[in-house]
């Protein structure tokens, strides 16, 4: 069975950095895609950042410039680095990951609906 396990959020003051971390466990799974997404209280979840198996990645327009996410070289953890924060990213942040089999629309569309996995999500809290 897949999990994922995020880790790193907190609380930081506008303009500060964090570090989101996502442990991926699981030896049969495979994935051509993960993806980071995040809910804040009265909104949609929305995909923030992607990255394909090939390394490609895409972002939300809002945190172009100021987020970026990466693997470690075995993939086995999931990263997002945080910086120039907004009160505006206030959100619980998910981790999740897009089954191969389900691969057809491009990894940075962030489908909800793609993604066959999510972890319980990490707090991230920005005071203005």
């Known amino acids: 069975q897949v999990q994922l396990v995020e880790s790193g959020g907190g609380s930081v003051q506008a303009g500060g950095s964090l570090r989101l971390s996502c442990a991926v466990y699981?030896?049969?799974?495979?994935?051509?895609?993960m993806a980071w997404f995040r809910h804040a209280p009265g909104k949609e979840r929305e995909g923030v950042a992607a990255?394909?198996?090939?390394?490609?990645?895409g972002y939300v327009d809002s945190v172009k410039g100021r987020f970026t996410i990466f693997q470690d070289s075995a993939k086995t953890t999931l990263y997002l680095q945080m910086n120039s924060l907004k009160s505006e990213d206030t959100a619980m942040y998910y981790c999740?990951?897009?089954?191969?089999?389900?691969?057809?629309?491009?990894?940075?569309?962030?489908?909800?609906?793609?993604?066959?996995?999510w972890g319980q999500g990490t707090q991230v809290t920005v005071a203005s």
């Open positions: 699981g030896y049969r799974y495979r994935s051509d895609c």
């Open positions: 990255i394909a198996g090939d390394g490609n990645t």
């Open positions: 999740a990951a897009r089954p191969a089999t389900r691969g057809f629309w491009p990894c940075a569309s962030m489908r909800k609906v793609d993604f066959g996995y």
